[in-house]
């Protein structure tokens, strides 16, 4: 577990080093290299500064100092020297100097860790200012600006190193305004203003027993400290937990000399990006407000003016801003975002980075930067993610509610749907069928509810894990579902259902479903349908459509770099040919056990319980037949793996207790059906306590031979009338839950019998079929030297194969303790949404070497959820495997994931498992 945790946390610390340390370094000194040493706003004030840009003189006390503060819980030795010496060089640089009652230089101290971290850490402005030097700036810059700025002093050292509760100058704030009657503090006077410090100055005195020092240079040391502490916060500490960033790293202080943009008219702060992180479309983007300082712009507290009116009011410091600007972008090669401010007509620039940006501007950005010759279509990959592409593939909620979500659950498949809530599936159908938008809400589901979840636009269960047959079924169908939302108190008696603060609603009331956050919401929200999908649906972007065109370039450059190929898991032949228009380069699942869902369960019913045998085998082969027909003939030319039928058989037999209790009602009543007196017999003799682990895949081929013939005859027929069509049909056939390599022996000679005796029939050859085992057991893995001589194929059900790994219920995973783990720290991700590279992974790794060893042509590929995971592709990749395979709409982000997979190995100089490619 701590393998996992700390393999994919943001990088650690380095160890400390033994030379003499330098623990601060001056902006001219550094660079955007410097990152883990300079933190990111350090690195990126250096690297300003060294470009030439009007960047306030400063200097950066290193993360190494923090960490070394934080260790022994004393600033490191020579600290207090360097310091001194880098402030003394910004006093030459700003002809002013430090506590100096005259004219005096106020410094600001500012936090910058390497990962960025918003206001997650603190910051004092305005160090400098005493009793005596607040006279000095009042006559150089008015006494209400001299006032505001020491009052702020007061109140953000009385918060941030004395621990003063901030509402308690709040209030006093609140009362200053309402005595003068002024509608905002922008609007207090000078007089007022002084009068508020005094009283914020009792305020800290009352609160910490400690006033503001008097002595610039305690106050600057004592911020120092403060920042290094503030990297343990508690907010601090959870964000780094909900981000994966290493707990070691600290964070570096910036010391930048105070520039004002609350001067006065002509000065103000703003902060802007090299492009609009909205949507991508080039050119400047962001917003001014004059005569403020760059938190007012942050805070919102005004409203902003933009960029076009900043060129009204001052047109020179607007023409060099975009001077900078378009410097900035060109020297990154990406969209930056930048903080500036003017200080009476002085421009200056305060903080620069790497912008974040929407899953639409970040697929736009990248393919504009590379029509300007900026970056290389692999750097464009490398920049987009598939998590972002999956943002963009479906439906959204153009706004959210303003209600409380009646219930929030697992995000099991993406989308948003609004419809009438039915606690049923023959409710669900019967409103579909006149028309009515309907949502399925379930306890959990069953394969009786399929009929339902087809008819429903969502599905919502109460119970369940993001494997459990709801979400696995969801996905596949392209069908919003929330899985696991276990507030959702369901009473199929009285028809309604109960959630959050004990809303009730009744069925037939409307829900919206959001199957990307696990929010449901009662009532209506508005759909927007995704333009991305559809274009990548249908080869190509509506004309003016930059974002999908994009999307689409980038999908098509990472088919050619990839080294895995994609393929789908469908079922049905509609499936296939949707995963074939999304790029799926065939099937690598077809669950046979989902073709018989609904009103063809009782075909399966019937062969176990032996009733009515012949005809029941009959007519699954005839409904196989055709369906494998579909699907072949979706994916002609490409190959479709089928696999033998696999459910737990719980799922397929009638329930055991409702039986008992019919047969003993009958018997109350004095006559029982003889009939159903002996399927009673027969369902009891078939009962298991654990089914998830028993009768189902090969065992059931083998104990119930019949099926297996029966399909086998099913997809060689299928393949000679296709071959007769004159089509090039690629069938595989792959063997569930194998555990030992006798069971896929003797599987293999009936499957061999069988498609011998169907070609036998037809007077011609026998069509070559793979042969391929699943990989979904701990020891199927463990002996895969010896079930890789015995087929042509291994495919991992990573869903089962977890499941069996960690002793965890794919069904049940989180309605039991999983969620309580996740809260103690204990586990990060989800291990059946994630691959657990340490523990499932290694499975895969080893089964895959040992595989290839004993026979070179073997192919590897997964079938699990995980084919679709953008991490866990990365996985699949650096393990060399040949596929991976996906619901339909996963096909895109899983072909996106693949390239760039290679793109980023190459980056880091690492091949994939060569022993086993
Ligand atoms: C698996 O176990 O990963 C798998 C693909 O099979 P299923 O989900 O149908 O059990
Ligand atoms: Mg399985």
């Known amino acids: 577990m701590t393998d996992t945790v700390s393999s994919t946390t943001r990088s650690s610390a380095p160890p400390a080093t033994v030379t003499a340390a330098r623990w601060a370094q001056a902006f001219a000194d550094g660079s955007r290299d410097m990152a883990d040493l300079l933190g990111g706003k350090g690195a990126g004030l250096a690297e ?70 918003p206001g997650m850490m603190d910051t004092v402005l305005d160090i400098g200012l005493t009793d005596r030097s607040v006279v000095g700036l009042a006559a150089r810059s008015g006494e209400r600006f001299a006032w ?104 570096a202080v910036n010391v930048v000399a105070m520039v004002f943009g609350n001067a006065g008219a002509r000065s103000g702060a703003g902060v802007c990006f090299t492009r609009d992180p909205a949507t ?124 409380q979500p009646l219930a929030t659950g697992l995000p099991a498949s993406p989308g948003a749907a609004v419809g009438q809530v039915a606690l049923d599936s023959a409710t669900a159908v019967s409103w579909a069928a006149s028309g009515r938008p309907v949502v399925l809400v379930r306890p959990e ?51 309604s259902v109960t959630g959050r603060d004990d809303i009730r609603i009744e069925e037939g009331d409307v829900v919206s479903v959001d199957g990307s956050t696990g929010d449901v919401y009662v009532g209506e929200l508005a759909v927007r349908a995704s333009p991305v999908a559809e274009a990548i649906e249908a080869g190509r972007a509506a004309g003016d459509d930059v974002v999908a065109a994009s999307v689409r370039r980038l999908l098509a450059h990472a088919d050619n770099q990839a080294a895995l190929s994609v393929r789908a898991n469908a079922d049905s032949g509609a499936d296939a040919a949707l995963a074939r228009r999304l790029g799926a380069q065939g099937v690598g699942l077809c669950r ?36 494998f027909l579909d699907v072949l003939r979706a994916m002609d030319t490409l190959p479709v793996v089928v696999r033998l039928l696999d459910p737990p058989l719980h799922e397929f037999l009638p329930d055991l207790t409702a039986l008992s209790v019919a047969v003993a009602q009958q018997e109350m009543a004095g006559a029982v059906d003889p009939l159903l007196r002996a399927r009673l017999a027969a369902v009891e003799h078939w009962h298991e306590s654990n089914p998830m682990l028993g009768l189902r895949g090969v065992r059931l081929a083998i104990v119930v031979p019949e099926v297996l013939e029966v399909q086998v005859r099913a997809l060689t027929e299928a393949v000679l009338d296709l071959r007769a069509e004159g089509r090039r049909p690629r069938a595989e056939l792959m063997i569930p839950f194998v555990a030992e390599a006798a069971e896929l022996a003797h599987v293999r ?49 990573t869903n089962d194969l977890t499941q069996t790994t ?64 953008p991490a866990s592709v990365r996985f699949f990749d650096s393990v060399g495997l040949d596929y991976v395979s996906c619901s339909p709409w996963r096909v895109p982000v899983a072909r996106l994931e693949a390239g760039r997979a290679t793109v980023l190995r190459t980056v880091a100089g690492s091949a994939p498992d060569t022993d086993s490619r």
């Open 592 to 627: 046979t056990e989902h073709t018989l869902l609904g009103d063809r369960r009782a075909v399966v019913e019937n062969i176990v319980l032996d009733h009515e045998r012949d005809q029941a085998l009959a007519r699954l082969q005839s409904l196989h037949r055709n369906d």
């Open 280 to 403: 991508g479309a080039p050119g400047a983007f962001g917003e001014y407000l004059p005569n403020a300082q760059g938190e007012d712009v942050v805070a919102g507290v005004r409203d902003t003016l933009s960029l076009a009116s900043l060129a009204e009011l001052d047109a020179d410091s607007h023409r060099r801003l975009l001077q900078h600007l378009a410097g900035l972008e060109a020297h990154y090669g990406d969209l930056c975002d930048v903080e500036f401010t003017i200080e009476e007509g002085r421009l200056w620039i305060l903080q620069t980075r790497i912008g974040k940006r929407t899953p639409a501007a970040a697929f736009r950005i990248a393919c504009d930067l590379v029509d300007e010759g900026r970056i290389t279509l692999d750097e464009a990959l490398r920049r987009v993610e598939g998590a972002q592409l999956e943002t963009l593939l479906h439906p959204t909620f153009a706004v959210h509610a303003v209600a």
């Open 749 to 797: 000679d009936l499957v061999q019998r069988t498609i011998a005796a169907v070609a036998a029939v037809r007077g011609v050859d026998a069509p070559t079929i793979p042969l391929g085992t699943m990989i979904e057991l701990p020891r199927a893995a463990l002996t895969a030297a010896e079930l890789g001589v015995e087929c042509d194929f291994f495919s991992f059900g």
């Open 148 to 251: 505001d700025c020491y009052r702020r002093l007061v109140q953000m050292y009385g918060r941030t190193v004395l621990g003063v509760e901030g509402d308690l100058f709040e209030a006093a704030l609140t009362r200053a305004r309402k005595r003068t009657g002024v509608p905002d503090d922008a609007a207090l006077d000078g007089p007022t203003l002084r009068a508020l410090v005094a009283e914020f100055r009792a305020i800290l005195v009352a609160s910490s027993g400690r006033d503001l020092p008097q002595d610039p240079h305690e106050q600057l040391d004592e911020a120092v400290r403060a920042v290094f502490a503030s990297w343990n916060s508690p907010r601090a500490r959870l964000y780094r937990s909900r981000e994966g960033i290493a707990e070691d790293l600290g964070t």
């Open 445 to 495: 589901t069953s394969p009786d509810d399929l009929a339902g979840m087809v008819a429903a636009l969502a599905v919502v269960t109460a119970r369940g894990g993001v494997t459990s047959h709801a979400a696995v079924v969801a996905r596949g169908m392209g069908r919003t579902c929330v899985a696991g939302a276990a507030e959702l108190h369901i009473d199929l008696v009285e028809r």
């Open 806 to 869: 960690w002793g965890l219920s794919r069904d049940d995973a989180e309605s039991g303790f999983l969620p309580a783990y996740r809260a103690a720290g204990l586990l990060r991700t989800d291990p059946f949404a994630e691959i657990d590279e340490a523990g499932v992974g290694r499975l895969v790794r080893f089964a895959t070497r040992e595989g290839r060893a004993v026979n070179p042509r073997l192919e590897v590929g997964v079938c699990g959820e995980h084919g679709g995971d």
């Open 48 to 117: 300003m500064t060294s470009l030439g840009l009007p960047v306030p003189p400063g200097f950066t006390i290193t993360t190494a100092a923090c960490r070394e503060y934080l260790r022994s819980g004393v600033l490191p030795q020579g600290l207090a020297a360097e310091v001194a010496h880098h402030v003394h060089q910004m006093e030459e640089a700003t002809g002013r100097s430090l506590g100096d009652p005259g004219d005096p230089m106020l410094v600001a101290v500012r936090s910058g860790a390497r990962f960025s971290m």
